[in-house]
């Protein structure tokens, strides 16, 4: 007895390749505190990019009612510590 799938077309949940995007482009759905700032999980995450650079990337989406405008989903603490180090853009995930 043979048994047939049916073919399904999965649509991705991203786009394939990364984007570099400058920051003013990016809106966070938080602001970062300073407190925030002050914890080990942040110093962990500034010593990690400083000494490898960024390994995951930030995610953001496109904002549906402004074109070339980005909201930030993932990464906000990725995305102070690139600022705190000087940083104006950076490799995007677009979901």
Do not use: W
């Not at 049916?6 to 970062?32: D, K, M, N």
């Not at 505190?33 to 390994?55: N, Y």
């Not at 549906?64 to 102070?80: K, V």
């Amino acid at each position: 007895m043979s048994v047939t799938r049916e073919e399904r077309t999965v649509a991705a949940a991203f786009e394939q390749e990364l984007v570099t995007l400058p920051f003013e482009e990016i809106a966070p759905l938080y602001v970062v505190t300073p407190q925030k700032k002050a914890s080990i999980k942040f110093k962990q995450i500034a010593a990690s990019v400083l000494e490898i650079g960024l390994v995951e990337p930030i995610v953001v989406s496109r904002d549906p009612y402004n074109a070339g405008q980005y909201t930030l989903l993932d990464g906000h603490l990725r995305l102070e510590v690139l600022k705190d180090q000087g940083q104006t853009h950076a490799r995007c995930l677009v979901v």
